[in-house]
């Protein structure tokens, strides 16, 4: 029996390190709930791949047909962190792996890449020690995964992305940071240079990839694909169009100078030192740890993506049609967590319900018994 792919339909077994992750939590959520595959998907204190032994004790309880590792540290780690878990901890990982004789699907980063336009998958930045420990740990990590398809036959498939959008990421990186910058207000100005663009990747379609390629080793096995969206975005277009749903003033549409911009991060890199220096515990926000990408136009190529078998399973989401729904999900839980200031509740609570809640329970209840409003669930599929 075939899923229509002309390939058995055979539920798998898989574990999904990674899988509280942004991207990884879409992948255990696909394989499990739509697809019925038997999916471990162990959080770091049950597994941590900083720990050899772990991984070994893990393994000889459970063999998976399949590992994806989607497990990343936190970007702004250490050196020794950053190696352990990023490097150390996916090779370790690979080699359980190759002696399993499984497939082992890495999820890198376009952080690998340099700045320009239409970057191959063949290429990447040199290995040198001037690179960030984030990039210098998953450039060491693909090239490594390399070496083993060589040295130990490893079945390996290197899936690169960019900038990630998508509901669900609790840590509020990258594209949901500087959606945060913008709702917060945080943002005066545009920190970027007009037509300054960048490649994405839809965090929805990334599972959709993982098990086509799962299933098909012999064209995608020892190789990197980027994984992004056909068209690259322009950034301050972005933050502008962010900025105009959510009826905001702020960023003005000035662009700022890097040499200004520089400046800014400078001082409040001072600062900082100051606060920790006194005793408060206090990080450079993560934008600014990356400031000088917002100045430098990074696309990546497509083509091989588009060459593959691989059909975009939502050809036309980009990253502009979701922005509305990114922003009802992401207001909505960041008021909640107290994160950001009450916004404007057209958004994320259309019916008014939870102000009806607060200032009116008795009307609210009423209209529930009497039908006016009907807020549940329908449960047709449970009998
Ligand atoms: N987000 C982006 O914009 C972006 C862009 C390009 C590439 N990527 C790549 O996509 C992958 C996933 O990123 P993400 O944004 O989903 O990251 P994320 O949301 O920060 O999730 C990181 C995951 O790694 C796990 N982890 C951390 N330390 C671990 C350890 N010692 N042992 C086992 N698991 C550990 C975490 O588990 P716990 O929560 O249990 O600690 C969490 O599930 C990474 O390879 C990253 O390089 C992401």
């Not at 050809?315 to 009450?342: A, C, F, H, K």
């Amino acid at each position: 029996m075939t899923d229509g792919t002309g390939f058995p339909n055979k539920k798998k077994f898989g574990v999904i390190i990674g899988g509280s992750g942004l991207v990884g939590g879409g992948i255990d959520y696909y394989f499990k709930k739509k697809l019925g595959y038997d999916i471990l998907a162990p959080n770091s204190k049950k597994l941590s791949i900083r720990d050899p032994r772990d991984i070994e004790a893990y393994f000889k309880s459970y063999r998976p047909d399949f590992i994806v590792n989607s497990a990343i540290a936190s970007l702004d780690s250490d050196p020794k962190l950053s190696f352990e878990i990023n490097y150390l901890g996916s090779i370790n990982l690979a080699k359980v792996a190759a002696a399993l004789g499984i497939p082992y699907i890495f999820i890198s980063s376009a952080a690998v890449l340099p700045d320009g336009v239409n970057l191959s998958e063949e290429e990447h930045l040199p290995l040198s020690a001037g690179l960030g420990n984030y990039a210098k740990s998953k450039l060491m990590g693909e090239l490594t995964l390399q070496h083993l398809k060589e040295t130990e036959g490893l079945d390996y498939t290197i899936v690169r992305l960019a900038i990630v959008y998508g509901q669900h990421d609790h840590k509020i990186q990258g594209f949901h940071r500087l959606l945060f910058a913008i709702a917060d207000q945080s943002m005066p100005l545009l920190f970027t240079k007009k037509g300054i663009c960048h490649s994405y990747t839809n965090a929805r379609k990334v599972p959709y990839f993982i098990r086509h390629i799962i299933d098909r080793r012999q064209e995608f096995g020892g190789q990197t694909f980027h994984f992004i969206d056909p068209e690259p975005v322009a950034l301050g277009r972005l933050i502008l169009t962010i900025r105009d749903i959510l009826g905001l003033k702020r960023p003005r549409a000035i662009y700022l100078p890097l040499p200004l911009a520089r400046f800014g991060a400078r001082c409040i890199q001072q600062f900082l030192r100051l606060l920790i220096k006194m005793g408060i515990d206090a990080r450079l926000p993560q934008e600014l740890m990356f400031l000088s990408s917002f100045y430098q136009t990074q696309i990546l190529s497509s083509a091989k993506l588009r060459n593959s078998s691989f059909v975009d399973p939502f050809p036309v989401q980009t990253v502009y049609g979701q922005i509305p729904d990114l922003i009802q999900y992401y207001l909505t839980r960041w008021e909640q967590l107290n994160l950001i200031p009450s916004f404007n509740k057209e958004f994320f609570d259309p019916q008014h319900l939870a102000e009806e809640f607060l200032l009116s329970p008795q009307e609210l209840l009423a209209d529930i018994h009497s039908k006016k409003i009907e807020p549940f669930q329908t449960f047709t599929d449970i009998s």
